[in-house]
Protein backbone atom coordinates (compact mmCIF):
# COMPACT_ATOMS: atom_id res chain seq x y z
CA UNK A 1 0.00 0.00 0.00
CA UNK A 2 2.45 2.24 1.20
CA UNK A 3 4.35 1.33 -2.58
CA UNK A 4 1.40 2.15 -4.23
CA UNK A 5 1.14 5.61 -2.80
CA UNK A 6 4.56 6.34 -2.77
CA UNK A 7 5.31 9.17 -4.79
CA UNK A 8 7.60 7.21 -7.33
CA UNK A 9 8.68 8.77 -11.06
CA UNK A 10 5.65 6.83 -12.42
CA UNK A 11 3.35 7.92 -9.83
CA UNK A 12 3.94 11.47 -10.98
CA UNK A 13 3.95 11.37 -14.39
CA UNK A 14 -0.10 10.04 -13.48
CA UNK A 15 -0.85 12.19 -10.66
CA UNK A 16 0.45 15.27 -13.49
CA UNK A 17 -1.78 13.35 -15.84
CA UNK A 18 -4.30 13.20 -13.68
CA UNK A 19 -4.35 16.87 -12.68
CA UNK A 20 -4.40 18.26 -16.14
CA UNK A 21 -7.44 15.20 -17.20
CA UNK A 22 -9.51 16.48 -13.76
CA UNK A 23 -9.09 20.12 -14.99
CA UNK A 24 -10.17 19.26 -18.94
CA UNK A 25 -12.86 17.01 -17.49
CA UNK A 26 -14.39 19.45 -15.14
CA UNK A 27 -14.58 21.88 -17.83
CA UNK A 28 -16.29 19.95 -19.71
CA UNK A 29 -18.76 18.63 -17.53
CA UNK A 30 -19.20 22.16 -16.38
CA UNK A 31 -20.13 23.22 -20.00
CA UNK A 32 -22.58 20.22 -20.73
CA UNK A 33 -23.95 21.01 -17.31
CA UNK A 34 -24.33 24.83 -18.38
CA UNK A 35 -25.83 23.54 -22.00
CA UNK A 36 -28.15 21.64 -20.67
CA UNK A 37 -29.58 24.03 -17.92
CA UNK A 38 -29.62 26.94 -20.31
CA UNK A 39 -31.39 24.57 -22.61
CA UNK A 40 -34.17 23.69 -20.19
CA UNK A 41 -34.38 27.41 -18.95
CA UNK A 42 -35.00 28.44 -22.58
CA UNK A 43 -37.57 25.69 -23.13
CA UNK A 44 -39.75 26.64 -20.20
CA UNK A 45 -39.25 30.55 -20.65
CA UNK A 46 -40.62 30.33 -24.28
CA UNK A 47 -43.42 27.72 -23.34
CA UNK A 48 -44.61 30.35 -20.51
CA UNK A 49 -44.33 33.08 -23.28
CA UNK A 50 -46.24 31.12 -25.97
CA UNK A 51 -48.82 30.56 -23.50
CA UNK A 52 -49.09 34.34 -22.35
CA UNK A 53 -49.27 35.16 -25.87
CA UNK A 54 -51.93 32.78 -26.59
CA UNK A 55 -53.88 33.39 -23.86
CA UNK A 56 -53.63 37.68 -24.27
CA UNK A 57 -55.00 36.65 -27.79
CA UNK A 58 -58.46 35.69 -25.80
CA UNK A 59 -59.28 39.15 -24.30
CA UNK A 60 -60.67 41.64 -25.75
CA UNK A 61 -60.98 45.00 -24.36
CA UNK A 62 -63.90 47.40 -24.37
CA UNK A 63 -64.68 50.71 -24.45
CA UNK A 64 -65.38 51.74 -20.80
CA UNK A 65 -61.41 50.39 -19.37
CA UNK A 66 -62.32 47.14 -19.26
CA UNK A 67 -62.01 43.69 -20.99
CA UNK A 68 -63.77 40.40 -21.79
CA UNK A 69 -62.23 37.14 -21.55
CA UNK A 70 -63.22 34.57 -24.20
CA UNK A 71 -63.75 31.63 -22.01
CA UNK A 72 -65.31 28.97 -24.31
CA UNK A 73 -61.93 29.48 -26.21
CA UNK A 74 -59.58 29.61 -23.30
CA UNK A 75 -61.22 26.80 -21.27
CA UNK A 76 -61.07 24.28 -24.64
CA UNK A 77 -57.41 24.50 -24.76
CA UNK A 78 -55.24 21.49 -24.05
CA UNK A 79 -53.70 22.59 -21.04
CA UNK A 80 -56.88 21.94 -18.62
CA UNK A 81 -55.35 18.53 -17.53
CA UNK A 82 -52.57 18.84 -15.22
CA UNK A 83 -51.51 15.77 -16.21
CA UNK A 84 -51.11 16.42 -20.06
CA UNK A 85 -49.89 19.81 -19.94
CA UNK A 86 -49.11 21.87 -16.64
CA UNK A 87 -49.86 25.19 -17.76
CA UNK A 88 -51.72 27.63 -15.04
CA UNK A 89 -53.37 30.74 -16.01
CA UNK A 90 -55.12 33.04 -14.11
CA UNK A 91 -56.70 36.71 -14.99
CA UNK A 92 -56.95 39.53 -12.50
CA UNK A 93 -58.88 43.11 -12.54
CA UNK A 94 -57.21 46.17 -12.54
CA UNK A 95 -57.37 46.36 -8.45
CA UNK A 96 -55.69 42.76 -8.76
CA UNK A 97 -58.66 40.84 -8.01
CA UNK A 98 -59.08 37.16 -9.33
CA UNK A 99 -61.40 36.95 -12.13
CA UNK A 100 -61.03 33.71 -13.49
CA UNK A 101 -58.76 30.91 -13.71
CA UNK A 102 -57.58 27.84 -15.32
CA UNK A 103 -59.69 24.27 -14.13
CA UNK A 104 -56.09 22.92 -12.99
CA UNK A 105 -55.16 25.52 -10.74
CA UNK A 106 -58.61 24.33 -8.50
CA UNK A 107 -58.16 25.66 -4.79
CA UNK A 108 -54.63 27.36 -5.77
CA UNK A 109 -53.90 30.55 -6.76
CA UNK A 110 -50.72 32.00 -8.60
CA UNK A 111 -49.06 34.97 -6.88
CA UNK A 112 -49.50 38.42 -8.55
CA UNK A 113 -46.49 40.22 -7.63
CA UNK A 114 -46.18 43.87 -7.86
CA UNK A 115 -45.93 45.66 -10.92
CA UNK A 116 -41.84 46.29 -11.23
CA UNK A 117 -41.99 42.67 -12.41
CA UNK A 118 -44.03 43.15 -15.06
CA UNK A 119 -42.71 40.72 -18.25
CA UNK A 120 -40.20 38.89 -16.10
CA UNK A 121 -39.95 35.45 -15.59
CA UNK A 122 -40.20 34.75 -11.27
CA UNK A 123 -39.66 30.92 -9.84
CA UNK A 124 -41.66 30.50 -7.61
CA UNK A 125 -43.99 27.45 -6.37
CA UNK A 126 -47.34 26.20 -6.44
CA UNK A 127 -48.71 23.70 -3.72
CA UNK A 128 -44.55 22.83 -3.06
CA UNK A 129 -44.32 22.61 -7.07
CA UNK A 130 -41.61 24.49 -8.62
CA UNK A 131 -43.40 26.46 -11.22
CA UNK A 132 -41.97 29.73 -13.54
CA UNK A 133 -44.39 32.30 -14.12
CA UNK A 134 -44.71 35.90 -16.19
CA UNK A 135 -46.97 38.29 -15.66
CA UNK A 136 -48.35 40.81 -18.11
CA UNK A 137 -50.88 43.93 -17.81
CA UNK A 138 -53.69 44.03 -19.85
CA UNK A 139 -53.83 47.57 -21.16
CA UNK A 140 -57.18 49.28 -22.84
CA UNK A 141 -56.15 52.78 -24.08
CA UNK A 142 -53.37 53.30 -22.34
CA UNK A 143 -54.47 52.36 -19.20
CA UNK A 144 -54.37 48.57 -17.20
CA UNK A 145 -57.69 47.24 -16.68
CA UNK A 146 -56.31 44.04 -15.97
CA UNK A 147 -53.26 41.32 -15.31
CA UNK A 148 -52.71 38.17 -16.64
CA UNK A 149 -50.18 35.40 -14.76
CA UNK A 150 -48.73 32.41 -16.75
CA UNK A 151 -46.90 29.58 -15.01
CA UNK A 152 -45.64 26.28 -16.06
CA UNK A 153 -44.32 23.29 -13.93
CA UNK A 154 -40.56 23.25 -13.60
CA UNK A 155 -40.72 19.50 -13.59
CA UNK A 156 -38.71 19.22 -16.79
CA UNK A 157 -35.92 21.35 -14.80
CA UNK A 158 -35.14 18.14 -12.70
CA UNK A 159 -33.58 17.01 -15.37
CA UNK A 160 -30.95 19.41 -14.64
CA UNK A 161 -30.39 18.65 -11.22
CA UNK A 162 -30.31 14.80 -12.41
CA UNK A 163 -27.43 15.37 -14.34
CA UNK A 164 -25.51 17.61 -11.96
CA UNK A 165 -25.68 14.72 -9.38
CA UNK A 166 -24.59 12.38 -12.05
CA UNK A 167 -22.25 13.97 -12.98
CA UNK A 168 -20.84 14.83 -10.00
CA UNK A 169 -20.84 11.10 -8.75
CA UNK A 170 -19.45 9.63 -12.08
CA UNK A 171 -16.52 12.63 -11.97
CA UNK A 172 -14.37 10.74 -9.02
CA UNK A 173 -15.16 7.50 -10.82
CA UNK A 174 -13.27 8.30 -13.89
CA UNK A 175 -10.89 10.27 -11.98
CA UNK A 176 -9.97 6.98 -10.07
CA UNK A 177 -10.22 5.05 -14.05
CA UNK A 178 -7.94 7.36 -15.27
CA UNK A 179 -5.41 7.61 -12.27
CA UNK A 180 -5.18 3.74 -13.06
CA UNK A 181 -5.33 3.85 -16.63
CA UNK A 182 -2.69 6.98 -16.68
CA UNK A 183 -0.15 4.74 -13.69
CA UNK A 184 -0.63 1.87 -16.25
CA UNK A 185 0.95 3.42 -19.33
CA UNK A 186 3.34 5.36 -17.15
CA UNK A 187 4.72 2.12 -16.42
CA UNK A 188 4.95 1.18 -20.10
CA UNK A 189 6.65 4.66 -20.78
CA UNK A 190 9.33 4.75 -18.27
CA UNK A 191 10.53 0.65 -18.36
CA UNK A 192 13.42 2.02 -20.37
CA UNK A 193 14.21 4.29 -17.35
CA UNK A 194 14.07 1.25 -14.81
CA UNK A 195 16.18 -1.09 -17.98
CA UNK A 196 18.67 2.33 -17.28
CA UNK A 197 19.13 2.13 -13.38
CA UNK A 198 19.49 -1.51 -13.53
CA UNK A 199 22.43 -1.68 -16.15
CA UNK A 200 24.03 1.31 -14.63
CA UNK A 201 24.08 -0.80 -11.52
CA UNK A 202 25.72 -3.23 -12.62
CA UNK A 203 28.51 -1.37 -14.09
CA UNK A 204 31.33 -0.56 -12.39
CA UNK A 205 35.16 0.08 -12.66
CA UNK A 206 35.60 -3.57 -13.67
CA UNK A 207 32.51 -3.91 -15.89
CA UNK A 208 32.76 -1.09 -18.44
CA UNK A 209 31.84 -2.99 -21.40
CA UNK A 210 27.92 -3.12 -20.29
CA UNK A 211 25.88 -0.97 -22.01
CA UNK A 212 22.26 0.13 -22.20
CA UNK A 213 19.70 -1.14 -24.33
CA UNK A 214 18.58 0.96 -26.65
CA UNK A 215 14.60 1.50 -26.83
CA UNK A 216 12.78 1.00 -30.05
CA UNK A 217 10.83 4.15 -30.15
CA UNK A 218 13.51 6.88 -30.94
CA UNK A 219 12.24 9.41 -28.36
CA UNK A 220 14.19 11.11 -25.90
CA UNK A 221 14.73 8.25 -23.78
CA UNK A 222 16.32 6.47 -26.83
CA UNK A 223 18.81 10.00 -26.95
CA UNK A 224 19.07 9.22 -23.40
CA UNK A 225 19.90 6.12 -23.15
CA UNK A 226 22.36 6.58 -26.30
CA UNK A 227 24.19 9.62 -24.44
CA UNK A 228 24.63 7.65 -21.36
CA UNK A 229 26.51 4.93 -23.81
CA UNK A 230 28.58 7.46 -25.71
CA UNK A 231 29.47 8.67 -21.91
CA UNK A 232 30.54 5.23 -20.72
CA UNK A 233 32.24 4.68 -24.18
CA UNK A 234 34.20 7.92 -23.28
CA UNK A 235 34.78 6.90 -19.23
CA UNK A 236 35.75 3.39 -20.53
CA UNK A 237 38.23 4.93 -23.11
CA UNK A 238 39.70 7.37 -20.37
CA UNK A 239 40.32 4.24 -17.97
CA UNK A 240 42.10 2.21 -20.74
CA UNK A 241 44.25 4.90 -21.33
CA UNK A 242 44.93 5.82 -17.54
CA UNK A 243 45.69 1.98 -17.33
CA UNK A 244 47.64 1.81 -20.09
CA UNK A 245 49.55 5.15 -19.22
CA UNK A 246 50.03 3.95 -15.54
CA UNK A 247 51.21 0.45 -17.20
CA UNK A 248 54.00 2.60 -19.54
CA UNK A 249 54.88 5.11 -16.52
CA UNK A 250 55.65 2.28 -14.83
CA UNK A 251 57.84 0.52 -17.14
CA UNK A 252 59.56 3.50 -18.54
CA UNK A 253 60.66 4.70 -14.76
CA UNK A 254 61.45 1.17 -14.13
CA UNK A 255 64.20 1.09 -16.92
CA UNK A 256 66.81 3.55 -16.46
CA UNK A 257 66.66 2.54 -12.08
CA UNK A 258 67.13 -1.22 -13.45
CA UNK A 259 70.38 -0.09 -16.02
CA UNK A 260 71.56 2.28 -12.92
CA UNK A 261 71.47 -0.62 -10.60
CA UNK A 262 72.84 -3.15 -13.16
CA UNK A 263 75.78 -0.73 -13.66
CA UNK A 264 76.77 -0.03 -10.35
CA UNK A 265 76.61 -3.88 -9.39
CA UNK A 266 78.77 -4.16 -12.16
CA UNK A 267 81.02 -1.72 -11.13
CA UNK A 268 81.58 -3.01 -7.55
CA UNK A 269 81.85 -6.90 -8.46
CA UNK A 270 86.07 -6.22 -8.39
CA UNK A 271 88.31 -3.49 -8.19
CA UNK A 272 88.32 -0.78 -11.63
CA UNK A 273 90.63 1.66 -12.72
CA UNK A 274 89.63 5.56 -12.16
CA UNK A 275 88.42 5.33 -16.49
CA UNK A 276 86.21 3.04 -15.35
CA UNK A 277 84.67 3.92 -12.64
CA UNK A 278 84.03 7.71 -14.11
CA UNK A 279 82.76 6.50 -17.57
CA UNK A 280 80.11 4.62 -15.26
CA UNK A 281 79.35 7.02 -12.79
CA UNK A 282 78.78 9.36 -16.22
CA UNK A 283 76.36 7.07 -17.61
CA UNK A 284 74.50 6.43 -14.51
CA UNK A 285 74.35 10.42 -13.89
CA UNK A 286 73.03 10.70 -17.73
CA UNK A 287 70.32 7.94 -16.93
CA UNK A 288 69.38 9.77 -13.34
CA UNK A 289 68.86 13.13 -16.09
CA UNK A 290 67.00 11.11 -18.15
CA UNK A 291 65.03 9.84 -15.21
CA UNK A 292 64.60 13.08 -13.73
CA UNK A 293 63.82 14.66 -16.96
CA UNK A 294 61.15 12.08 -17.78
CA UNK A 295 59.56 12.23 -14.22
CA UNK A 296 59.36 16.56 -15.00
CA UNK A 297 57.07 15.78 -17.98
CA UNK A 298 54.68 13.51 -16.09
CA UNK A 299 54.52 16.10 -13.59
CA UNK A 300 53.75 18.43 -16.27
CA UNK A 301 51.35 16.10 -18.41
CA UNK A 302 49.37 15.32 -15.15
CA UNK A 303 49.17 18.49 -14.05
CA UNK A 304 46.99 19.87 -17.62
CA UNK A 305 45.40 16.45 -18.05
CA UNK A 306 41.79 16.95 -16.64
CA UNK A 307 41.53 20.78 -16.14
CA UNK A 308 42.45 24.16 -17.11
CA UNK A 309 44.09 25.94 -14.27
CA UNK A 310 46.60 28.54 -13.96
CA UNK A 311 46.01 29.87 -17.10
CA UNK A 312 47.60 33.36 -17.77
CA UNK A 313 46.70 35.58 -20.59
CA UNK A 314 50.32 37.95 -21.58
CA UNK A 315 52.28 39.07 -24.62
CA UNK A 316 54.14 36.43 -25.96
CA UNK A 317 56.82 37.67 -28.52
CA UNK A 318 57.44 34.54 -30.50
CA UNK A 319 60.09 35.95 -32.65
CA UNK A 320 62.46 36.81 -29.32
CA UNK A 321 61.12 33.29 -27.55
CA UNK A 322 62.23 31.50 -31.02
CA UNK A 323 65.82 32.87 -30.50
CA UNK A 324 66.22 32.31 -26.98
CA UNK A 325 65.20 28.85 -27.54
CA UNK A 326 67.48 28.56 -30.38
CA UNK A 327 70.24 30.10 -27.89
CA UNK A 328 69.51 27.29 -25.42
CA UNK A 329 69.76 24.43 -28.10
CA UNK A 330 73.17 26.11 -29.74
CA UNK A 331 75.15 23.04 -28.31
CA UNK A 332 73.11 20.56 -30.11
CA UNK A 333 72.91 22.11 -33.11
CA UNK A 334 76.88 22.81 -33.34
CA UNK A 335 77.39 19.50 -32.42
CA UNK A 336 74.99 17.90 -35.04
CA UNK A 337 76.49 20.72 -37.54
CA UNK A 338 72.35 21.71 -38.22
CA UNK A 339 71.56 24.43 -40.47
CA UNK A 340 69.05 26.83 -38.81
CA UNK A 341 67.28 29.49 -41.13
CA UNK A 342 64.92 31.59 -40.12
CA UNK A 343 62.20 33.22 -41.58
CA UNK A 344 60.45 36.19 -39.83
CA UNK A 345 58.76 38.93 -41.83
CA UNK A 346 57.81 40.55 -39.42
CA UNK A 347 57.42 41.08 -35.34
CA UNK A 348 54.89 38.85 -34.18
CA UNK A 349 53.18 38.95 -31.02
CA UNK A 350 50.05 37.05 -29.30
CA UNK A 351 48.05 37.19 -25.93
CA UNK A 352 48.52 33.55 -24.04
CA UNK A 353 50.25 31.76 -21.41
CA UNK A 354 54.28 32.53 -21.80
CA UNK A 355 55.20 29.66 -20.04
CA UNK A 356 53.33 26.88 -21.78
CA UNK A 357 53.76 28.55 -25.08
CA UNK A 358 57.59 28.20 -24.61
CA UNK A 359 57.04 24.84 -23.31
CA UNK A 360 55.26 23.65 -27.17
CA UNK A 361 57.84 25.22 -28.96
CA UNK A 362 60.57 24.20 -26.59
CA UNK A 363 59.71 20.66 -27.57
CA UNK A 364 58.89 20.78 -30.88
CA UNK A 365 62.48 21.97 -31.70
CA UNK A 366 63.94 19.25 -29.30
CA UNK A 367 62.49 17.10 -31.48
CA UNK A 368 63.36 18.76 -34.91
CA UNK A 369 66.65 18.88 -33.60
CA UNK A 370 67.21 15.24 -32.28
CA UNK A 371 65.75 13.51 -35.79
CA UNK A 372 67.23 15.44 -37.84
CA UNK A 373 70.47 14.03 -40.01
CA UNK A 374 73.76 15.24 -39.06
CA UNK A 375 74.41 18.30 -41.00
CA UNK A 376 70.89 18.64 -42.03
CA UNK A 377 68.99 21.32 -42.09
CA UNK A 378 65.76 22.99 -39.66
CA UNK A 379 63.94 25.81 -41.04
CA UNK A 380 61.60 28.20 -38.48
CA UNK A 381 58.82 30.11 -39.94
CA UNK A 382 56.58 33.05 -38.89
CA UNK A 383 53.42 34.39 -40.72
CA UNK A 384 50.35 36.01 -40.56
CA UNK A 385 47.37 34.13 -43.09
CA UNK A 386 43.98 34.44 -42.88
CA UNK A 387 44.09 37.12 -39.81
CA UNK A 388 45.87 34.31 -37.77
CA UNK A 389 49.37 34.19 -36.78
CA UNK A 390 51.14 30.68 -38.28
CA UNK A 391 54.21 29.30 -36.95
CA UNK A 392 55.88 26.18 -39.14
CA UNK A 393 58.76 24.24 -38.36
CA UNK A 394 60.12 21.62 -40.71
CA UNK A 395 63.17 19.10 -40.53
CA UNK A 396 64.85 16.93 -43.42
CA UNK A 397 65.12 14.23 -40.85
CA UNK A 398 64.10 10.59 -40.49
CA UNK A 399 60.29 11.36 -40.94
CA UNK A 400 57.22 9.68 -39.35
CA UNK A 401 55.64 6.60 -41.35
CA UNK A 402 52.08 7.00 -42.54
CA UNK A 403 50.17 4.63 -39.98
CA UNK A 404 52.88 6.36 -37.13
CA UNK A 405 51.19 10.16 -37.58
CA UNK A 406 47.88 9.78 -35.84
CA UNK A 407 49.79 8.11 -33.18
CA UNK A 408 52.94 10.75 -31.83
CA UNK A 409 50.29 12.19 -29.76
CA UNK A 410 49.70 8.82 -27.24
CA UNK A 411 51.84 9.47 -24.30
CA UNK A 412 55.05 7.03 -24.64
CA UNK A 413 54.21 6.25 -28.17
CA UNK A 414 57.48 6.35 -30.22
CA UNK A 415 57.95 5.22 -33.82
CA UNK A 416 59.79 2.19 -34.80
CA UNK A 417 61.86 4.54 -37.42
CA UNK A 418 63.02 6.78 -33.90
CA UNK A 419 63.91 3.44 -32.18
CA UNK A 420 66.06 1.90 -34.99
CA UNK A 421 67.46 4.86 -35.12
CA UNK A 422 68.73 4.34 -31.40
CA UNK A 423 67.74 7.88 -30.36
CA UNK A 424 66.45 8.08 -27.07
CA UNK A 425 63.58 9.79 -25.54
CA UNK A 426 60.71 9.43 -23.46
CA UNK A 427 57.61 9.34 -25.95
CA UNK A 428 55.93 11.95 -23.82
CA UNK A 429 57.09 15.03 -25.76
CA UNK A 430 54.10 15.66 -28.62
CA UNK A 431 51.75 14.03 -25.91
CA UNK A 432 52.42 16.97 -23.93
CA UNK A 433 52.61 19.48 -26.94
CA UNK A 434 48.83 18.10 -27.96
CA UNK A 435 47.52 18.83 -24.15
CA UNK A 436 48.77 22.20 -24.10
CA UNK A 437 47.80 23.23 -27.42
CA UNK A 438 44.58 22.26 -26.48
CA UNK A 439 44.24 23.84 -23.35
CA UNK A 440 45.39 27.07 -25.33
CA UNK A 441 43.56 26.71 -28.30
CA UNK A 442 45.86 26.20 -30.84
CA UNK A 443 45.62 24.17 -33.72
CA UNK A 444 48.47 21.68 -34.66
CA UNK A 445 48.89 19.97 -37.94
CA UNK A 446 51.99 16.73 -38.86
CA UNK A 447 53.07 16.59 -42.19
CA UNK A 448 55.61 13.68 -42.80
CA UNK A 449 57.51 11.60 -44.66
CA UNK A 450 59.13 8.43 -44.14
CA UNK A 451 63.26 9.35 -44.36
CA UNK A 452 62.87 12.78 -46.09
CA UNK A 453 61.44 14.87 -43.03
CA UNK A 454 58.35 16.26 -40.94
CA UNK A 455 56.72 19.66 -41.02
CA UNK A 456 54.55 21.15 -38.05
CA UNK A 457 52.43 23.58 -38.50
CA UNK A 458 50.59 25.67 -35.61
CA UNK A 459 48.30 28.37 -35.94
CA UNK A 460 47.26 30.60 -32.71
CA UNK A 461 43.76 32.28 -32.43
CA UNK A 462 43.03 35.07 -34.15
CA UNK A 463 41.44 36.98 -31.13
CA UNK A 464 44.97 35.92 -29.19
CA UNK A 465 46.92 38.32 -31.94
CA UNK A 466 48.15 41.28 -30.25
Known amino acids: MTNFFSFSFKNRIAIN ?19 VKYSVNQHINEGVQEEMYKHLDD ?9 IIQVDQWRAREHNSINVNPVFVQFYDDHKQIIDKSPNLNRSNLVLFDDHKNNLYVDSSLNNIPIRQIQAPIVNNSKVV ?56 QITQDNLQMRIPLPSNKDELFILSQNINHLLDRIEHAIEREKQFTSDASHELRTPLAVIKGTME ?20 SEVDRLNHMVDQLL ?22 LLDLLARFSDKIKNNKILISTNFSQEYSIASDMYLVTIIISNLLSNAIKYTHYEGKVSLLLFEEEGSVKFSIIDNGIGIAPNDIAKVFQSFYRSENSNQATIKGTGLGLSIVKRL ?11 SELN ?8 FPSNKIK
Request: hydrophobic share 50%; glycine share 4%; net charge positive.
Open 17 to 35: YIISGSILIALVFLFLYKI
Open 59 to 67: VTTGSNDTY
Open 146 to 201: GYIVVAMSMEDFEIVQLLKNVLLVIFPVIIMMLFGIARFFAGRSIRPVKTIIETSS
Open 266 to 285: VLIRKPRNKQEYEEKINFCI
Open 300 to 321: LLARFENQKQNLKSESVYLNAL
Open 437 to 447: CDLLQIKISIK
Open 452 to 459: VGTEINLS
